[in-house]
């Protein structure tokens, strides 16, 4: 699953480790966001890496959680949901607006293929300094480079080079950014 191959959802241990995902987003849930220090050690149990400095409103929502590594000073809005079923790296000083998607799996295009059950995934990158506006959806395989900014409503389907302000249904470079 993690090397983009083939995989089962409903093998056991994907299974457990979804409902063990699950546990500790309703831990985190029940915190109240005044307790940072406690929220924080759950979401660094959840994660597969934090920063030491980060910051991630409720309603935060993800697959599995050991597969996300997120980024020193990197901050996530209200709904903020991860399928995680390849890494997803989130740089430093990243900011996600409310809503946002970032979706790793993926389904075979054939129908009897897709209806068999079988899934594959592909890896997201989000360079440092990377701003997502809100309501974005990144597709899988997505990388968006260092100090670029999505705007609002995009949905990413290839990558985004870095300094670079891009938008739209593909979302598609706008502008560069002089950095």
Same mark, same amino acid.
Not at 12 to 22: H, M, S, T
Not at 99 to 114: I, K, M, N, Q, S
Not at 129 to 150: C, E, F, L, R
């Given at each position: 699953?993690?090397?983009?191959?083939?995989?089962?959802?409903?093998?056991?241990?994907?299974?457990?480790?979804?409902?063990? $995902?699950?546990?500790?987003?309703?831990? &985190?849930?029940?915190?109240?966001?005044?307790?940072?220090?406690?929220?924080?050690?759950?979401?660094?149990?959840?994660?597969?890496? /934090?920063?030491?400095?980060?910051? &991630?409103?409720?309603?935060?929502?993800?697959?599995?959680?050991?597969?996300?590594?997120?980024?020193?000073?990197?901050? $996530?809005?209200?709904?903020?949901?991860?399928?995680?079923?390849?890494?997803?790296?989130?740089?430093?000083?990243?900011?996600?607006?409310?809503?946002?998607?970032?979706?790793?799996?993926?389904?075979?295009?054939?129908?009897?293929?897709?209806?068999?059950?079988?899934?594959?995934?592909?890896?997201?990158?989000?360079?440092?300094?990377?701003?997502?506006?809100?309501?974005?959806?990144?597709?899988?395989?997505? /990388?968006?480079?260092?100090?670029?900014?999505?705007?609002?409503?995009?949905?990413?389907?290839?990558?985004?080079?870095?300094?670079?302000?891009?938008?739209?249904?593909?979302?598609?470079?706008?502008?560069?950014?002089?950095?």
């Amino acid at each position: 699953m993690i090397n983009g191959l083939p995989y089962n959802p409903h093998d056991r241990e994907l299974v457990r480790g979804r409902l063990n $995902a699950r546990r500790l987003m309703r831990e &985190i849930e029940a915190i109240p966001m005044d307790k940072e220090r406690q929220r924080k050690h759950f979401f660094k149990e959840l994660f597969g890496e /934090t920063g030491k400095n980060f910051y &991630i409103e409720n309603r935060f929502t993800c697959d599995y959680g050991f597969n996300i590594y997120w980024g020193e000073n990197s901050y $996530a809005n209200f709904d903020c949901i991860i399928l995680d079923a390849a890494p997803v790296y989130i740089g430093k000083n990243v900011m996600i607006a409310p809503g946002v998607r970032l979706l790793t799996a993926t389904h075979p295009l054939e129908f009897e293929a897709r209806n068999s059950g079988i899934e594959y995934a592909k890896p997201i990158y989000i360079g440092d300094n990377v701003w997502i506006g809100g309501g974005v959806i990144v597709n899988p395989g997505v /990388t968006i480079g260092d100090n670029s900014v999505i705007g609002s409503g995009s949905v990413v389907v290839k990558d985004i080079p870095e300094n670079v302000v891009a938008v739209g249904n593909p979302c598609r470079v706008l502008k560069k950014i002089d950095n």
